[in-house]
């Protein structure tokens, strides 16, 4: 499947109903089977024949917008080693929900046990006497089962401080903040109490300032209109409100 990244001219297309059905049917036309996403990278949708009709067995396991391939991460462009090209960053939030995905791939090789047919129906050998009972087990002595202020809890996770974090060292990083992506900013954020509103560059995907609450309002009208709930600031820009 292609992924096709709209525009800023064709998003804008996009929040018409009408427009937003000539585009998919141009996009399959030109390009086939292809997933559509803001210019930023979020899904939108998928471009597909009109008749064509997705199996329910496919979509559930296959998750085709659950879980986010190395390969259309943002956190490539942060790890770039030879050998690494199917991996995520190794704090990158998305890395588990792939790697699960991943082992319930129906596709992917599975080793099989194979039972001798023989062997599991093989008849007993006939015996005339009776079969004994065997001698009962000897009493053992059951150690008393520990105190539960015995049992040692297992350590808590360590949550790095933002600045002490790998993240830091990514582009984009915002000071006193985790990366967005990074899999320690939402338990370091709820350990703080920090809850703050995004807004958020819709065609780079960067996080431009903290979001007003007009703003914030603006945009959760909008979402049912594109998916998105895009808003128009003064600078002509396109942003988007996401809760940090």
């Not at 030879?82 to 082992?103: R, T, Y």
């Not at 603006?218 to 409100?241: F, N, Q, W």
Request: glycine residues 6%; aromatic residues 4%.
């Amino acid at each position: 499947m292609r992924i096709y990244r709209l525009s800023q001219a064709e998003f804008r297309a996009w929040r018409d109903h009408d427009a937003r059905m000539e585009l998919t049917k141009r996009i399959f036309t030109e390009h086939g089977l292809s997933q559509i996403r803001t210019p930023s990278g979020r899904v939108l949708g998928t471009a597909r024949q009109t008749s064509e009709r997705v199996p329910i067995e496919r979509a559930k396991f296959r998750a085709a917008h659950h879980a986010v391939r190395p390969g259309e991460c943002m956190c490539r462009e942060w790890q770039k080693p030879a050998g690494k090209e199917d991996e995520h960053h190794p704090i990158c939030v998305n890395k588990s929900a792939w790697e699960s995905q991943q082992l319930h791939d129906p596709d992917a090789p599975r080793d099989r046990v194979v039972v001798s047919v023989t062997a599991a129906h093989e008849p007993e050998p006939a015996d005339s006497t009776a079969p004994t009972e065997p001698p009962p087990p000897p009493d053992i002595a059951v150690p008393a089962a520990p105190s539960p202020t015995a049992i040692a809890a297992p350590p808590a996770p360590v949550i790095p401080e933002p600045q002490g974090c790998a993240c830091h060292v990514w582009s984009g990083g915002v000071t006193g903040h985790h990366h967005p992506l990074c899999q320690f900013r939402s338990p370091w954020e709820r350990e703080h109490g920090v809850a703050t509103l995004e807004l958020v560059d819709l065609e780079t995907g960067e996080v431009a300032r903290e979001a007003s609450a007009e703003e914030a309002a603006a945009s959760k009208r909008k979402e049912p209109e594109d998916g998105v709930g895009a808003i128009e600031l003064s600078d002509g820009k396109l942003y988007y409100v996401r809760a940090g």
